[in-house]
């Protein structure tokens, strides 16, 4: 039978509308906090930031410089900051526009979300403006300053933050909304727009964004595109590259391209938008983002599924798809493993709690008339339980009960690096293989002596697998207690080169970054790679975006 949810405890909003940095945020609150009076002291100088002492900060995240000093060294061609450099960015921002040379303050902007990698930086800017961003680039191409651009900081391969002393630019004060056409559904807005808001904002017009993600509350409308991120629903509204009607776009030279106006059908010359969509912050800094939104859905169900192996997930898949067809929304995967851990971080029992089993199913509906969709909902769940492929299952009753059952996918990610950090491979694979690459990563972590779930004496948890199967993509993440080069040295490359030998990429949706920079031939070849490094080139002859990273 399919129990459903009636009572079920709750808590941890925080991790539905945040997604991330929260338990960091308790560290720095307080060093922020003393910042802050620090900050109010000097503002009255014009050359304030200059005037705070660089004081020591202490982070248990390692330095890439150090860590990775045997792959990457700092580009001499670079110029280092000096005091002119910043007297420049001090004539065109205000002093709240610019954080310098204090630690604490940077700590946020320096370090990833997964606490894996630390950067150097010793400037921050927040421009306002498109104009402003455009100056800040034409002065950093004309003098070799390297520059990181940034949105929420939620990025998962170590592309967000700098490697050595990049100048951070960051687009959090560029945040407003431009419009939105409620009868095309085009909504338009300032990179730096927070995901949620800008979905908010079109809740109230009976509107959705057509991406949604666990770091919503954090991350950028700009981040987003930047990334080219998949998300929850891409099953249902398709990719970036085809929602996204228009960028404005920074170039390393300053020159501002605008294609906001765009309309649906635009068959006149190059698509010149969808290069800078994924392209990681390595092209231009994107400042404006136009988007086709659909009306927003009356009717949700959610459901999480029991499942007993692999091949009854690939089972429901297809037969979710034929029988559930226009109203499916969001089919996503997740091993018993990942409960677990999700489970150990919620303090909470699963809502299935019959049993336990090795695989669950979390499905979505959306359309616009609710009876029929239950209906259907229930009669394709009933066959699934009447044929025995499905074990077990919930059918959330309320919005709050729904948000309850996607807690427990969304919260991976945070479950997963509790115990120390976490190594994440976001890989497509065809799906018949597709979780054969978390055994592969358990087998060669044991075969190495490398893994226990409860022995603290071993670096590494377990291997998880979880991800939007719909669409072909796994997350495999390596729960460790600390990050280690042996363990590295272990996954890599023996993870990209599995996902080779099974056609597959090595990034479906969170991207190269830091992380995969070198590892970009396992899924293109040489003579893709050399166009790639041709349009870098092109569009930024100096290499001042975002170096060290991407290709
Ligand atoms: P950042 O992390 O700040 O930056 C990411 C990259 O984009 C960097 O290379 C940066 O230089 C560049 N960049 C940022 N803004 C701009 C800009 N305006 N112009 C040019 N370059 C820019 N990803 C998915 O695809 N699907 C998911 O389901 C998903 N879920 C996530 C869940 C959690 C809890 C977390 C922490 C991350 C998740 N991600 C997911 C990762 C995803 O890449 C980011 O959340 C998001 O796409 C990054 O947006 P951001 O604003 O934080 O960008
Ligand atoms: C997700 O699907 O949860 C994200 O891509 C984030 C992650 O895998 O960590
Ligand atoms: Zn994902």
Same mark, same amino acid.
């Given at each position: 039978m399919i129990a459903m949810l009636c009572s079920y405890p709750r808590c941890l909003d925080h991790s539905k509308s945040f997604g991330s940095h929260c338990y960091r945020n308790y560290f720095t609150v307080l060093g922020l906090f003393c910042v802050y009076f620090l900050h109010t002291i000097f503002a009255s100088s014009q050359y304030f930031s200059l005037l705070v002492p660089i004081r020591s900060y202490s982070s248990s995240v390692p330095l890439t410089a150090e860590t990775y000093a045997d792959k990457v060294q700092r580009n001499q061609a670079y110029k280092k900051l000096d005091e002119g450099d910043l007297a420049y960015f001090q004539s065109i921002l205000e002093p709240n526009q610019i954080i310098s040379n204090n630690e604490d303050d940077l700590a946020f902007y320096n370090e990833d979300w997964m606490r894996k990698y630390r950067g150097q930086s010793k400037l921050l800017l927040k421009p306002k403006t498109t104009e402003q961003v455009s100056e800040i680039l034409k002065y950093c191409n004309s003098n070799k300053l390297a520059v990181v651009p940034q949105g929420g900081n939620t990025g998962l391969v170590g592309g967000s933050i700098p490697v050595f002393d990049e100048i951070i630019l960051s687009l959090s004060s560029l945040n407003k909304i431009r419009s939105f056409d409620n009868v095309s559904g085009i909504f338009k807005c300032d990179a730096g727009v927070i995901l949620e808001t800008a979905d908010q904002y079109l809740a109230e017009q009976g509107y959705i964004f057509p991406l949604d993600l666990g770091a919503k509350g954090s991350c950028h409308v700009g981040g987003v595109v930047a990334t080219n991120a998949g998300g929850l629903r891409l099953i249902r509204y398709g990719s970036l590259h085809g929602t996204v009607l228009g960028l404005e776009v920074v170039l390393a030279d300053g020159t501002i391209v605008n #294609? $906001? *106006? #765009? $309309?649906? @059908?635009d068959n006149t010359g190059y698509d010149l938008k969808q290069l800078f969509i994924g392209s990681e912050g390595s092209l231009g800094v994107i400042t404006g983002v136009s988007i086709l939104c659909p009306a927003r859905p009356q009717a949700v169900n959610v459901a999480v599924l029991a499942v007993d192996s692999y091949e009854s997930v690939q089972k429901v898949f297809n037969d979710a798809r034929k029988e559930l067809s226009e109203i499916l929304s969001a089919f996503e995967f997740m091993d018993e493993t990942s409960q677990i851990l999700v489970s150990k971080y919620l303090k909470l029992d699963h809502p299935i709690e019959s049993d336990s089993y090795p695989f669950y199913i979390l499905i979505e509906t959306s359309g616009s008339n609710k009876e029929h969709d239950d209906e259907k909902l229930e009669t394709f769940l009933g066959n699934a339980m009447e044929n025995g492929i499905v074990l077990d299952g919930i059918i959330a009753q309320d919005e709050t009960q729904l948000r309850s059952l996607w807690n427990w996918r969304e919260n991976i990610p945070e479950a997963s690096q509790m115990q120390g950090g976490v190594y994440k491979y976001d890989v497509s694979i065809p799906l018949k293989d597709l979780y054969g690459l978390v055994e592969a990563a358990n087998e060669k972590l044991e075969a190495a002596g490398l !893994?226990?779930?409860? *022995?603290? #004496? @071993?670096?590494? !948890?377990k291997a998880v697998g979880y991800g939007h199967i719909g669409d072909g993509n796994l997350h495999l993440n390596v729960a460790v207690r600390k990050y280690s080069k042996e363990v590295e040295k272990v996954l890599e490359p023996f993870v990209y080169e599995w996902i080779q030998s099974k056609k597959g990429s090595i990034s479906a949706e969170h991207g190269l970054g830091f992380q995969k920079k070198n590892y970009i031939q396992y899924s293109k070849s040489p003579v893709e790679i050399a166009l790639i490094k041709d349009i870098k080139h092109h569009y930024d002859p100096n290499g001042i975006l975002n170096p060290y990273k991407y290709v």
């Open positions: #294609s $906001l *106006d #765009s $309309l649906r @059908k !893994v226990d779930f409860e *022995d603290i #004496s @071993k670096p590494v !948890v």
